[in-house]
């Protein structure tokens, strides 16, 4: 006998394993609550160190601050990219089905695409100059082994222009193409990660693949000054000093923070290439959630940490609370002369 239909209505499910779904672009309200909290912090900080870098650049640390405003400005680049993301999700909000195509045609996500690629890939480079003027500094004090200013400006320049070409070639094809001709493809947050054609695929592990490679000798180089600075101090049976302290502790804090943005990432690449299948609802999770984390991070480690920084800032704090105190004083005596004036008496300061 048959049975008589008990559904009257089927919905299909939202995919907890998405960063988007048919309603939205991005699944969760976690997900959005911290895509605009990343976002916003990654502006704000960023524009912090830039002011603060630009206003402090002189001309014998003219190499630090150069490398230190363009990795804010990298950086930021990411905060634009999480803002544009988060604010596309509210304008789409509920109705994002209808405007699927329309989204993902047009140049905003094109350019949405380009931030986050080029954002991560300076980021890394950028972060590569720091460690090796570090260990130039640190490992070889009594050698002429410096980056000058000519070069360092030379190498970023030659570095912006080179990603950005990389970055651009395949996106500037993506433009007004099918999902399966776009960098993209169906990836409503713009992320490059269309594994499916084979000259995409290839740029994806091209990137990944120098990334990864950039971050192993940024930690090798880091062990050695770490090495290094242990051995010196042994050699002269001196203890720690707050310098090297300070060094340390910013050393493993930069290695740490590094792992844990990029691991997840390069895990997934290995093990798709292991097992010859690509987990595609991991990869934009991963690279909303881990990769953004570092333009968050980095003006707190390389401005904010900085004890330059905090004693300024704790001086414009002073004055702030100075000035707040000469105005409650002005105003508590004018209510005072005010009140004699009315034939009141004076109240007695203490």
Known sequence: CDAPPTTTLCEPLPDQFSISTCSNILSHDVLRIFVWIIGSLSIVGNIISIVWHVKSFVKNNMVVQTLLINLSFADLIMGIYLITIAVTDIYYFGIYAQYLETWLHSVICVMASFLVAISSLMSTFILFLITLDRYLFLVYPFENYRLSYKLITLVLIVLWTVSATFTALPLVYSYNQPASYRLYGTNSACLPGNTDNIYYLSWLLTYCGTTLLTWIFIA???????????K???QAKREISKFEKIV?????????????C?????VVLIQATIEQELDTHVLPFIAVLSLPLNSCINPIIYTIYTTTFVNNAMLIITKIRSCCSCCILCSYEANANSDACSGGKYPQLN
């Open 220 to 230: 090798i180089m880091y062990i050695i000054i770490l090495v290094y600075l242990t």
């Open 232 to 234: 010196s101090r042994k």
């Open 248 to 260: 340390r502790a910013k050393m493993i804090t930069i290695v740490i923070t590094d792992l844990i």
């Open 262 to 266: 990029w691991m997840p990432l390069y």
